[in-house]
């Protein structure tokens, strides 16, 4: 068997039973989850051999290189983005997603809603970085009035990304704001944006993520760890 997919195997293997045991522990059912395979490190050949073990979600976080390897993939990946989108890259996005997870501003919003119908991710910065982008707990309110009046672009839940950690329990505090924004948010809006999803849970934190609630995990480095790096031949 060709040693990429050897290992690409036992890693998945390894990360699904990881899963399966963090939603035990909460008495979720694995179905509440969706994996999505990161494959900004990887090739379209690894990222496709990863699609065929069975990872049907993979995320990109450059548009330009999720645009490459959606036309070298087949056309039934769902593919997401991941990071961050700029205006004059919407139209050819749109298309090719399944739902933008890094709307980071209520200018990107609104252009999306511009361009078709959408499903989207808010991204929040909840764990008080200043380097990193996303909406704050103090953006409630403007967001609060500009989701209802959206036609086309679907916001199907919250986004965020916790603050590298030695111990994963420290993202804790950060995935439950997010769910607690996300119930506020829910609850404000009304009906008209699902807002269900919570897009948290890299590979460094994933376990805690899924027991505080997580339905769309994001992993790399766990998944592809073991690869030869690329340019290194077999010998
Ligand atoms: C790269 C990336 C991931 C995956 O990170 P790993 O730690 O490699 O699992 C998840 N989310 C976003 C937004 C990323 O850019």
């Known amino acids: 068997m060709d040693p990429t997919r050897n290992i690409l195997s036992e890693n998945l293997q390894h990360v699904e039973q990881r899963i399966a045991a963090a939603c035990r522990r909460v008495g979720r059912n694995r179905s509440e989850v969706t994996l999505i395979g990161v494959t900004k490190m990887v090739s379209a050949e690894v990222a496709q051999i990863l699609f065929e073990l069975g990872v049907?979600?993979?995320?990109?976080?450059?548009?330009?290189?999720?645009?490459?390897?959606?036309?070298?993939?087949?056309?039934?990946?769902?593919?997401?983005?991941i990071g961050h989108l700029q205006r004059n890259k919407i139209d050819r996005?749109?298309?090719?997603?399944?739902?933008?997870?890094s709307v980071d501003s209520l200018r990107l919003l609104e252009a999306l809603e511009n361009v078709g119908p959408t499903k989207v991710f808010l991204e929040f910065n909840c764990s008080g970085?200043?380097?990193?982008?996303?909406?704050?707990?103090?953006?409630?309110?403007?967001?609060?009035?500009?989701?209802?009046?959206?036609?086309?672009v679907r916001v199907i839940g919250l986004m965020t990304m916790a603050a590298p950690a030695d111990d994963p329990n420290e993202a804790r505090p950060t995935f439950a704001l997010l769910r607690g924004l996300c119930d506020r948010l829910r609850a404000e809006v009304g009906a008209k944006h699902p807002?269900?999803?919570?897009?948290?849970?890299?590979?460094?934190?994933?376990?805690?993520?899924?027991e505080e609630g997580a339905t769309h995990i994001?992993?790399?480095?766990?998944?592809?760890?073991?690869?030869?790096?690329?340019?290194?031949?077999e010998g």
């Not at 996005?93 to 997870?101: G, R, Y």
């Not at 380097?131 to 609060?144: A, Y």
């Not at 999803?197 to 590979?203: I, P, R, V």
């Not at 992993?219 to 031949?233: A, D, R, Y």
């Open 56 to 81: 049907l979600d993979l995320g990109e976080n450059r548009p330009q290189e999720l645009w490459r390897k959606a036309e070298q993939l087949p056309p039934e990946v769902h593919w997401h983005l």
């Open 93 to 101: 996005t749109l298309p090719l997603v399944q739902a933008i997870h």
């Open 129 to 152: 970085e200043a380097s990193k982008q996303g909406f704050s707990e103090t953006d409630l309110v403007g967001l609060v009035a500009a989701l209802p009046t959206l036609e086309q």
């Open 195 to 210: 807002l269900t999803g919570l897009s948290m849970g890299m590979s460094g934190d994933f376990e805690v993520a899924v």
């Open 218 to 233: 994001r992993l790399g480095t766990v998944l592809f760890e073991g690869l030869p790096s690329p340019g290194e031949k």
